[in-house]
């Protein structure tokens, strides 16, 4: 348990991040005047490796998410959204604590956070204030081997149809195989026909889709991709591949076939499509249920994704690295109570710590001085508002021998540059990209002496990140 001394030592690294809005560290940000007495309820949806480009409203033209666009011209798209560590258990940590993966310690799949370590998520704060909570789908933050009950917590929510790391779509109700999503979308609809008016709730619905394996596909759903040519990434050549760094070729995902296999990479991101549109479904059918209960102008509907995909960009698969592709995901608030004209896209970085802050500050909630996100709610009600300059990436994560290794690496992005800096095993290598000249990263600045000034102010930056936000 950290102490409350300890809290007031910490608070100081603020200023690093995104300064806090509304009163100061430790307590929440004012309400929304015309939430009057009614405390907002909140619905959660949490996709599983989809890329700030799976959605046809980010501009992707082959894939059709309907759902996920109607909250987007409903609410607000955060087109400039990272995660700061780019796994499923560290980015989930990050989301429910408010924190960087340095100071909440999840670092790998078999550690759970800890009792105390729980309370102060916004989950449990939310119980603790009178929410109704629900979790339905993956949890993935620490192994339940050992009796490691805080892996699956199923006694610290009102509804619990939780599962570790390793869920299968492919599930069993007497017998019968079921796709997983219709049973987590059955159980999320029964928990808005029991909630009572005068409690409020918050349901997390974390959806698999669209990570794999995709082994098994919703037979009641139509593949809309089995003939569709998917665009593939403009950095997906060999030339793009043989520039990254020699650790990250040799590292997991990396492969000069991710660029050479034309007819591997369309099916693989056929499957993919399908999957994110399954998940398009499942997020329309509980939206709908909100309305039909009557609660959908009182609900807080966020959308976010745990990381994003490579998806055969620089000839690479999965996530883990600093790349944008990994880093940059949707993030999608549509808070009903906020005037009209407030909707549209902000430009301004929000990052996935910044949601705890945030859904706690909106509820009324005492924000804990510990979390290192940022209130985002003076950027959804103004699109001019100041957003952060920059934030701290890491990625410590490695893999058993037995498997080919992820570099760990941390860095700096801010709104122009990314400065990542690969630790180990031999000297620190680093990386230097202009975004704004180099959208694709491909032009590799760090050996070049006319930004020696800018590679020195951000490496400075990374080293004053590692040390003050622990």
């Avoid at 729980?118 to 704060?125: D, I, M, V």
């Avoid at 979308?185 to 909630?195: G, I, N, Q, S």
């Avoid at 919703?218 to 089995?226: G, I, L």
């Amino acid at each position: 348990m950290i102490k409350r001394r300890d809290f007031l030592k910490l608070a100081g690294t603020a200023a690093l991040t995104f300064p806090r809005v509304g009163k100061s560290a430790g307590s929440a940000s004012q309400p929304l005047e015309n939430t009057k007495s009614r405390r907002p309820n909140f619905v959660f949806f949490l996709t599983d490796d989809q890329p700030y480009n799976g959605l046809s409203c980010t501009g992707n033209t082959v894939l059709k998410t309907p759902h996920m666009d109607q909250l987007a011209k409903e609410g607000v798209l955060f087109e400039q959204a990272f995660v700061t560590t780019a796994i499923c258990c560290c980015s989930r940590a990050c989301i429910y604590t408010g924190q960087h993966m340095r100071r909440h310690g999840i670092e790998d799949f078999e550690k759970p956070l800890t009792a105390a370590q729980w309370q102060q998520t916004f989950p449990a704060l939310l119980r603790q204030a009178g929410y109704r909570t629900a979790f339905l789908g993956k949890f993935a933050i620490g192994s339940a081997k050992g009796g490691k009950d805080m892996a699956l917590p199923a006694d610290k929510f009102d509804l619990w149809y939780g599962f570790p790391q390793a869920i299968a779509f492919k599930q069993f109700e007497n017998g019968k195989p079921r796709y997983l999503t219709t049973v987590m979308t059955e159980k999320a609809v029964d928990f808005l026909k029991t909630t009572k008016a005068d409690q409020p709730f918050c349901m997390i619905v974390a959806l698999k889709e669209p990570h794999g394996p995709l082994d098994y596909f919703d037979p009641e759903f139509p593949d809309r991709y089995a003939n569709a040519t998917i665009p593939a990434p403009a950095n997906m050549t060999r030339k793009s591949f043989d520039a990254l760094p020699e650790a990250v070729r040799k590292s997991l995902g990396a492969s000069p076939k991710n660029v050479e296999d034309a007819e591997s990479y369309q099916a693989g991101m056929r499957k993919t499509y399908a999957y994110i549109s399954r998940a398009d479904k499942a997020i329309g059918q509980i939206h709908e249920a909100l309305v039909k209960q009557g609660l959908d102008q009182n609900t807080v509907i966020i959308h976010l994704s745990d990381n994003g995909s490579m998806e055969g960009a620089h000839g690479l698969s999965g996530k883990w690295l600093m790349y944008e592709e990994s880093i940059h995901v949707p993030l999608i608030v549509r808070d009903p109570r906020l005037p009209e004209a407030t909707r549209g896209r902000r430009q301004q970085m929000a990052l996935n710590i910044d949601l705890a802050p945030t859904i706690l500050a909106m509820a009324g909630v005492p924000v804990p001085a510990a979390m290192q996100g940022a209130d985002l709610q003076p950027l959804l009600r103004d699109p001019q508002a100041k957003g952060r300059e920059d934030w701290y990436y890491e990625h410590t994560y490695t893999t058993p021998p037995s498997r080919r290794p992820i570099p760990r690496s941390e860095g700096v992005r801010t709104t122009r540059w990314k400065y990542i800096r690969y630790t180990e095993p031999q000297t620190p290598l680093e990386q230097l990209f202009d975004l704004q000249a180099d959208p694709c990263e491909e032009k590799d600045l760090a050996r070049d002496a006319a930004h020696a000034p800018t590679l020195a102010r951000l490496r400075a930056r990374c080293d004053a990140y590692r040390t003050t936000l622990k």
